[in-house]
């Protein structure tokens, strides 16, 4: 009986050695064939709502911007203070009262191209710009040249303007002094033009 244990035994040893043995696998067989579509499950619950995401930040779709208009000072005498206006047909009184309104002067007759917010002072020459409007006639920008010494001169140092207006609800004016930020700035943070 001693023996037919042991016998048994390494039996099963042998068996177990033998077939535990790692060696490479063979090609995989024949895919079989597709068996018939199970019917629909039931729909599960709906799941939580998610949290509320945060709010974007909004555009410049309400900023206005002219493109560059010539300048009108009067380049035949040379004058103490002068002037010249633009039309703004897009203000209305309501954007008026609340808007930031932004009004820039470029110098494309020199060799420096250079553009400056309004009040600029350039050497002796001072520009700057006032609105006038009313409930009949639409809004007009004044843009204003004037000597700091009272002597008469011509007013060269700003040949174009242009105006940005920005109401009061346009989000990307809440953050930022605009008056602070070069125009190159200004146009960069609205995504506007140069």
Known sequence: MKTMKLFTMLFLAMGMAFTSCEGPEGPEGEMGLTGE?????????????GPQGEPGEDGNANVIASDWIDAGFDTSAALFSDEFSISVPELTREIADSAIILVYGRDDLSNRFEVHQLPYVQRNEKYD???????????ELFITGTTMDGNNQFYLSVDKVRYVIVPSGTAKSASVNLYKMSYEEVMDHFGLDY
């Not at 579509?37 to 709502?49: L, S, W």
């Not at 710009?129 to 809004?139: A, I, Q």
């Open 129 to 139: 710009y006032h609105l006038e409007g009313s409930l009949v006639h639409e809004y």
């Open 37 to 49: 579509t199970g019917a629909q499950g039931e729909a599960g619950a709906a799941g939580e709502q």
